[in-house]
């Protein structure tokens, strides 16, 4: 029987305890980085930003005046706490990606499963690869909204706030941190 591992000192419940305090709280920055990118984009058409979230905040990367950061995650913090939960959901999400690029690999992969003798038959079979890939990115489209919703943010975000945001240019990009705690 296998044990659930913990560090020297704590206790396995206590060791899942705290676990699930980090994930619960980067899945909380996600929610309010999607909700920022949101009412910035609300706010300024056709702006060009990255978000990527951590266990302390999250970061914009690309050109935006710090002022108009802080003023839409405190915003998108506000509107997630009024129960709009579709600010925590973005299309352009990064785990869309994964979800699209896992079900296309995963589809291509099973309509190539054997081994046809000879080579035509092998390119025979592409065709039907591309359509599985094609099927999976398409089906990414809602499973990756769900996948959002359900594993990589949470759009309760409890006692979550706003603590700062620093501007710095790394290798010519303007980055800004959006720091949280709670």
């Given at each position: 029987m296998s044990e659930t591992p913990s560090l020297p000192g704590f206790s396995s419940s206590r060791f899942t305890f705290h676990v699930?305090?980090?994930?619960?709280?980067?899945?909380?920055?996600?929610?309010?980085?999607?909700?920022?990118?949101?009412?910035?984009?609300?706010?300024?058409?056709?702006?060009?930003?990255?978000?990527?979230?951590?266990?302390?905040?999250?970061y914009i990367y690309g050109d935006v005046p710090t002022e108009g950061?802080?003023?839409?995650?405190?915003?998108?913090l506000r509107r997630l706490r009024a129960g709009q939960r579709h600010m925590a959901i973005h299309p352009h999400c990064g785990?869309?990606?994964?979800?699209?690029?896992t079900l296309a690999g995963l589809g291509a992969s099973i309509a190539l499963i054997g081994k046809p003798k000879g080579c035509l038959k092998q390119i025979a079979r592409l065709p039907l690869a591309f359509a599985a890939a094609t099927l999976g990115l398409i089906l990414a489209q809602p499973l990756g909204?769900?996948?959002?919703?359900?594993?990589?943010?949470?759009?309760?975000?409890g006692s979550l706030r706003i603590v700062g945001v620093t501007r710095e240019k790394r290798a010519g990009v303007l980055v800004h941190h959006v720091r949280t705690e709670g």
């Open positions: 699930s305090r980090f994930i619960s709280r980067v899945r909380r920055n996600h929610a309010l980085e999607h909700a920022t990118m949101h009412v910035l984009s609300e706010r300024c058409h056709g702006l060009r930003l990255v978000g990527r979230s951590s266990l302390w905040g999250f950061v802080l003023a839409a995650a405190q915003e998108g785990s869309n990606l994964v979800v699209g690029g909204a769900a996948f959002q919703a359900h594993v990589t943010t949470q759009p309760n975000v």
